[in-house]
Each structure stands twice: as structure tokens, then as C-alpha cells.
């Protein structure tokens, strides 16, 4: 199975802040990376697919890059609608696998 | 519109079988861009990929749980079913219905969740 590395695990910032967090695959899965935001007591919703590719809806200020084992989610200014969990998820190969998750509160 | 519909919250007994039902409107279950999976998430925990329907009828399971899982789906009723068998206090969890999207090349992702199902293992 291919592992899925994110951090940090948590992080503090303030409202305006530019956030990023980093995930990390045990083997290359080239582009197959997607992006979540999950807030408490809601079903995850989908931010960016195939590393970069901002899912419709999401705002500008989300974005993604990276290739091959490594990968950078980005929040340019954040919003207090932006404190929520974040997490990767490889669909290179089946079983699809996901990171643990970066929770970004407010500091 | 898309939507995914899951039971309500459901207790079961250790070592008992759960079954889980989600029905799909909005697009069919046939369409061959689309597939279902079923993913977990552990109270304060992580989310964890189950298992896969493709609209072929091809399946995939999570390595850990292969032998305990089985995925199937009804296209004339817009189901997916799951069932997870010899259930233990440790597999409480909130359980989600999930759309797949499959585009021609590239990667998938998960673009449709249910409202999730809070599964509660205890005697």
C-alpha cells in the first residue's frame, strides 16, 4: 500500500496568514493527488484534484502543486472559514490511501 | 443535483455483520465516469478508504479489510450496499458514501460524500 505522509499535523495561524501544508507518498503517484477540507461534524469536501487542478467552487486562494512523491497545499490569505482539517489522498493505485490529516486553527 | 443518501445512526453487536445501504440520485450508477467507494472515519481520527465499485461491477477493498468487506451495487435502484463482517467495538466510526469521479485520464476523486452513517459497535 502506498503511505501518505502530511505536515504538520497541526499548525496555529491568524485570519490573512499564507498556510501551507506538505504531503508526502512512499512511491511516485505522479499527479494522483487530491486535496480535502473537512470541518467538524461535516462530510469532507473536495478542494483540488490531480495536484493542481482547483475542483469548482473552491476559491483562488486554495492551491496545489507538486509531482511525483511530493506535494503542497497552499491557503494565500486565510479566511476564518479556512479553519478546518485538511487531508491528502493518492489515487495512483488502489488501495486508495489518505494522509492523517493537517488541522489548521485559529491562533 | 447530486445527492447520497445513508441510513441513520446504527448499533450493532460485536461480531455481528453490518449492512449498509446508499441510495444515489442525480446520476446513475452506470455511468461509466462514475463509481461509489465507501470510506470510514473513526471518531478524531483519520479517513480510511474501504471499498470500491466501479461501473463495470469491478471491485476493490482496502488490503486490511478485504476479508471482511463486500461492495455491491444495485443500478436499477441506485443502491450501494456494503457489508463489514465480525464487527468489533474498534470499527465504530462514522461510515460515508462516496461518488467517484473517474475522468478518461488522471486521477479520481472523491467529489460527491454522503452525510456519513455513525456506526456504534457495543454489546
Known amino acids: 500500500d502506498i503511505q501518505m505522509t502530511q505536515s504538520p499535523s497541526s499548525l496555529s495561524a491568524s485570519v490573512g496568514d499564507r498556510v501551507t501544508i506538505t504531503c508526502r507518498a512512499s512511491?511516485?503517484?505522479?499527479?494522483?493527488l487530491n486535496w480535502y477540507q473537512q470541518k467538524p461534524g461535516k462530510a469532507p469536501n473536495l478542494l483540488i484534484y490531480a495536484a493542481s487542478t482547483l475542483q469548482s467552487g473552491v476559491p483562488s486562494r486554495f492551491s496545489g502543486s507538486g509531482s511525483g512523491t511530493d506535494f503542497t497545499l497552499t491557503i494565500s490569505s486565510l479566511q476564518p472559514e479556512d479553519f478546518a482539517t485538511y487531508s491528502c489522498q493518492q489515487s495512483f493505485s488502489t488501495p486508495w490511501t489518505f494522509g492523517q490529516g493537517t488541522k489548521v486553527e485559529i491562533k | 443535483q447530486v445527492t447520497l443518501k445513508e441510513p441513520g445512526p446504527v448499533l450493532v453487536k460485536p461480531t455481528e455483520t453490518l449492512t449498509l445501504t446508499c441510495t444515489v440520485s442525480g446520476f446513475s450508477l452506470s455511468h461509466s465516469r462514475m463509481g461509489m467507494s465507501w470510506i470510514r472515519q473513526p471518531p478524531g481520527k483519520a479517513l480510511e478508504w474501504l471499498a470500491h465499485?466501479?461501473?463495470?461491477?469491478?471491485?476493490s477493498y482496502s488490503t486490511s479489510l478485504k476479508s471482511r468487506l463486500t461492495i455491491s451495487k444495485d443500478t436499477s435502484k441506485s443502491q450501494v450496499v456494503l457489508t463489514m463482517t465480525n464487527m468489533d467495538p474498534v470499527d465504530s466510526a462514522t461510515f460515508y458514501c462516496?461518488?467517484?469521479?473517474?475522468?478518461?485520464?488522471?486521477?479520481?476523486?472523491?467529489?460527491?460524500w454522503g452525510q456519513g452513517t455513525l456506526v456504534t459497535v457495543s454489546s
Open positions: 465499485i466501479f461501473s463495470n461491477g469491478e471491485k
Open positions: 512511491q511516485s503517484i505522479r499527479n494522483y
Open positions: 462516496v461518488r467517484t469521479h473517474k475522468p478518461a485520464s488522471g486521477t479520481s476523486y472523491f467529489d460527491y
